[in-house]
């Protein structure tokens, strides 16, 4: 994307999140290798798709810090998700 510009010149800033666009754009996204279904949400970030998370949070964790984020120069998001038991503190 470095030797791209936008319409006005400009650079383009690569990110990976979606605060609600994951909803629309799965609407017009085949199916993915992942097990998602043609027109199912895709993932709202680097995280994984809603219920594809098998091996718990410090395999997501594990993965993500894989990425290359010198590369996404606009940011990205990464949303955990934990069952309420799970950080029940116990007194």
């Given at each position: 994307?470095?030797?791209?510009?936008n319409y006005r010149g400009g650079?383009?800033?690569?990110?990976?999140?979606?605060?609600?666009?994951?909803?629309?754009?799965?609407?017009?996204?085949?199916?993915?290798?992942?097990?998602?279904?043609?027109?199912?949400?895709?993932?709202?970030?680097?995280?994984?798709?809603?219920?594809?998370?098998?091996?718990?949070?410090?395999?997501?964790?594990?993965?993500?810090?894989?990425?290359?984020?010198?590369?996404?120069?606009?940011?990205?998001?990464?949303?955990?998700?934990f069952h309420p038991?799970?950080?029940?503190?116990?007194?």
């Amino acid at each position: 994307m470095v030797k791209h510009v936008n319409y006005r010149g400009g650079k383009y800033n690569p990110g990976i999140y979606s605060t609600t666009f994951h909803l629309v754009f799965g609407v017009f996204t085949a199916a993915t290798a992942d097990g998602r279904k043609s027109r199912e949400p895709l993932s709202n970030g680097v995280g994984p798709f809603t219920s594809r998370d098998k091996n718990g949070p410090t395999a997501i964790l594990n993965s993500v810090m894989k990425l290359e984020n010198e590369l996404m120069t606009n940011g990205n998001s990464l949303i955990l998700s934990f069952h309420p038991n799970t950080l029940k503190l116990e007194l």
